[in-house]
């Protein structure tokens, strides 16, 4: 198939990867096939001293997400380093560069109807972690298995006791359950997708919830390190799991539409008119408007399940269109905030609140007069981060671990990007990331429990730097130059 030409009528089914397993042969061989291509790809990469130069190959595929040796760059002649993150253009940018990356493989398959699996960590029924567990056939190291990664955390990528992700850092809920897709970055206010700019470079205060977590969560815990692929933009497409992986973010976005409905995605042209420079299967330059990508069904393939996770709260579409339309809701109210915040280690830090007639009647038990609480660690910036997340806690009791309180658990800040977007002149702003968490449910169980304390004067916030088996003792250089707590 050639750029442009049209999708066929009936749409391909992308499916779970696990699902594909569970199937047995007929299963396993679309990940068989999907060895295949990788390695036809790969041996377009015949010296790896030598730079790619076929749209085609596995190489020049990464490339284009990121390049070791070439700063992120929206100007470069083949497109390299060029991924979209911290804006409303992450998943835009992402989806179209999936779906090209599908053509690759079918055009190294000679299979049209051959479509890319997902890795769905995001099933929240019972305890079973399961779905965490990185998928077996990425975990053989046999030596003719290309599926396989060594440059990945070595408990997640454990062949016969591997680890299973955590579920907190694989839990898309939060990022859904916000109904606008993008915000004015410059507004204490979340959204689904990320900030509203008027170009496509990214903004410290624009990585949007979905962004944060599962995506930058999964990605660091599967590399482990700022030695593993999946760490760094400039590795993470050499690592076969994570085509995988933003397959199941791409999916989300599906899942966020099929909630909130395909009106809520934004309109300014600047928005969808952007195209981005990719590549089709026959090494030519493509790209697409986003307007011509936001139902995925037009470019030929569905998912196999849309089902929000268990547990998603807001709103389903239909319980939408049937209801009364929510009105406006009061702009944020800034109540109090601390400033130049180390998060490399364990800390806690007091952030005195400001007067405010809600945060009152709420305390005294007036959930009507309630507001929703929003907490900004803003301006996070760090060279060298040494844990995969930043666990953020509130009013943890003195002397308490951490896991023992997940209902305490505001949010966790990916370590992902944060080197990227610290770099000065970047493409990725230069100044950092700001992340923004909805803790009203928090602040509700800490009004609600008799054993817990709720000050409306005052707040702690408890930072715990953390990775695949709990509290990390050194988390780097990285800081946050202020938190601060917003009610609306």
């Given amino acids: 198939m050639a750029n442009g030409s049209p999708t066929p009528a009936e749409p391909r089914i992308r499916r779970d990867v696990q699902s594909l397993i569970a199937e047995g042969p007929s299963g396993m061989k679309v990940l068989e096939d999907y060895a295949t291509a990788i390695t036809r790809m790969r041996a377009l990469d015949a010296d790896p001293g030598v730079d790619p130069a076929d749209p085609r190959s596995w190489r020049f595929q990464a490339a284009l997400h990121g390049f070791d040796g070439v700063e992120d760059d929206l100007l470069h002649p083949l497109g390299w380093s060029s991924c979209r993150h911290f804006s409303w253009f992450f998943l835009a940018w992402h989806r179209q560069y999936l779906f090209y990356f599908e053509r690759m493989i079918q055009f190294h398959l000679q299979d049209d109807t051959w479509s890319l699996p997902y890795w769905d960590y995001a099933k929240y029924d019972g305890e079973d972690d399961s779905c965490r567990i990185l998928p077996e056939p990425f975990r053989s190291p046999r030596t003719d298995n ?69 995506h930058g969560q999964v990605h660091v815990l599967v590399g482990g390190d700022a030695t593993g692929w999946m760490w760094d933009f400039n590795t993470a497409g050499l690592d076969p799991i994570f085509w995988l992986h933003h397959c199941n973010l791409d999916r989300l976005w599906d899942v966020w539409i099929d909630k909130w409905g395909v009106d809520r995605l934004p309109q300014h042209p600047v928005f969808r008119d952007s195209t981005f420079k990719l590549f089709d299967n026959d090494g030519q330059p493509a790209g697409k408007p986003i307007s011509e990508t936001l139902v995925s069904s037009d470019l030929g393939y569905v998912y196999e399940s849309t089902q929000q996770p268990t547990g998603t709260t807001g709103p389903h579409l239909q319980d939408e269109i049937a209801g ?57 910036t760090g060279s060298d981060p040494k844990a995969p997340s930043y666990d953020i806690y509130l009013n943890l009791p003195d002397g308490a671990a951490a896991g023992e309180h997940p209902e305490l658990l505001a949010g966790s800040v990916s370590a992902f990007g944060i080197a990227e977007a610290s770099r000065p002149g970047s493409t990725h702003a230069g100044n950092g990331i700001t992340d923004t968490f909805d803790v009203t449910g928090v602040v509700s169980t800490l009004v609600a429990r008799s054993d817990l304390v709720f000050d409306p004067s005052k707040v702690t916030v408890d930072i715990v730097p953390a990775g695949l088996k709990g509290e990390v003792e050194d988390g780097g250089d990285v800081r946050a130059g202020r938190i601060s707590i917003y009610a609306s």
């Fill in 146 to 214: 290309p599926l396989f990664a060594s440059r990945r955390d070595p408990d997640v990528n454990d062949e016969t006791n591997p680890m299973p992700l955590p579920r907190a850092k694989c839990d898309p809920r939060q990022a859904l359950a916000f109904g606008e897709f993008a915000q004015d970055p410059t507004q204490p206010v979340h959204s689904f997708g990320g900030g509203a700019l008027r170009d496509t470079r990214g903004s410290m205060s624009a990585r949007g919830a979905l962004e944060g977590t599962p």
């Fill in 324 to 380: 009364p339309q929510p009105g406006p809701t009061p702009p944020p109210e800034l109540l109090g905030a601390s400033t130049g915040i180390d998060l490399a280690r364990r800390a806690t830090v007091g952030v005195e609140l400001a007067a405010n007639q809600r945060v009152s009647a709420l305390a005294a038990g007036d959930e009507a007069a309630g507001p929703r609480w929003l907490l900004r660690v803003e301006d996070i």
